[in-house]
T-cell receptor, first 113, second 117 residues
Framework: GEDVEQSLFLSVREGDSSVINCTYTDSSSTYLYWYKQEPGAGLQLLTYIFSNMDMKQDQRLTVLLNKKDKHLSLRIADTQTGDSAIYFCAERLSEDSNYQLIWGAGTKLIIKP | GAGVSQSPSNKVTEKGKDVELRCDPISGHTALYWYRQSLGQGLEFLIYFQGNSAPDKSGLPSDRFSAERTGGSVSTLTIQRTQQEDSAVYLC???????????????FGPGTRLLVL
């Protein structure tokens, strides 16, 4: 079945770049998403990328998609303490399944001073 | 309202009791989703409502779980005869669900943290 995998933890120093990785199994993915969950808060959409793109940049965020390897990454430049959160990768499978997102378990980003 | 709201934010109950969790979606959003998030796990899809169509209940883990959406807006998730393994954060999301990129984006509420003792 479909699966999305992420590392559970990532620790970086404040000011460095964070790279959060995600792998997925289903090649019929249409959109891939990154959501952020801060402590005690709901999930917030950070960005998404269509499967025919290989890169998307939005301020400090860069999303890279390698469709051949089924690998998605989120790079956060100049990581700040406010970036501490759990980051979830999710994939939407086909145009018809607009509600069916397959979620990773989330990567907890820990910022060291 | 401005965003998706859920109530209560926390619920502690005893094993065997019934609980009701409420979700108020963003005004105008036709699609509403319930998810369950257990500690260290990804989101587990429970149920999906789209307009007046029959809901997709394929993710409900047992017949103790049910959900309603009245008037195409507010939704209630009911768990009967709660068990300790039901302890989790229950998240609600809504979307326009037009199928176009960015418009089907799901907006999440803060969740209800359920603890069954």
């Amino acid at each position: 079945g479909e699966d999305v995998e992420q590392s559970l933890f990532l620790s970086v120093r404040e000011g460095d770049s964070s790279v959060i990785n995600c792998t997925y199994t289903d090649s019929s993915s249409t959109y891939l998403y990154w959501y952020k969950q801060e402590p005690g808060a709901g999930l917030q959409l950070l960005t998404y990328i269509f499967s025919n793109m290989d890169m998307k940049q939005d301020q400090r965020l860069t999303v890279l998609l390698n469709k051949k390897d089924k690998h998605l990454s989120l790079r956060i430049a100049d990581t700040q303490t406010g970036d501490s959160a759990i980051y979830f990768c999710a994939e939407r499978l086909s145009e018809d399944s607009n509600y069916q997102l397959i979620w990773g378990a989330g990567t907890k980003l820990i910022i060291k001073p | 309202g401005a965003g998706v709201s859920q109530s209560p934010s926390n619920k502690v109950t005893e094993k065997g009791k019934d609980v009701e969790l409420r979700c108020d979606p963003i005004s105008g959003h036709t699609a509403l989703y319930w998810y369950r998030q257990s500690l260290g796990q990804g989101l587990e899809f429970l149920i999906y409502f789209q307009g007046n169509s029959a809901p997709d209940k394929s993710g409900l883990p047992s017949d103790r779980f049910s959900a309603e959406r009245t008037g195409g807006s507010v939704s209630t998730l009911t768990i009967q005869r709660t068990q300790q393994e039901d302890s989790a954060v229950y998240l609600c999301a809504s979307s326009l669900s037009s199928g176009l990129a960015g418009q089907e984006t799901q907006y999440f509420g803060p969740g209800t943290r359920l603890l069954v003792l």
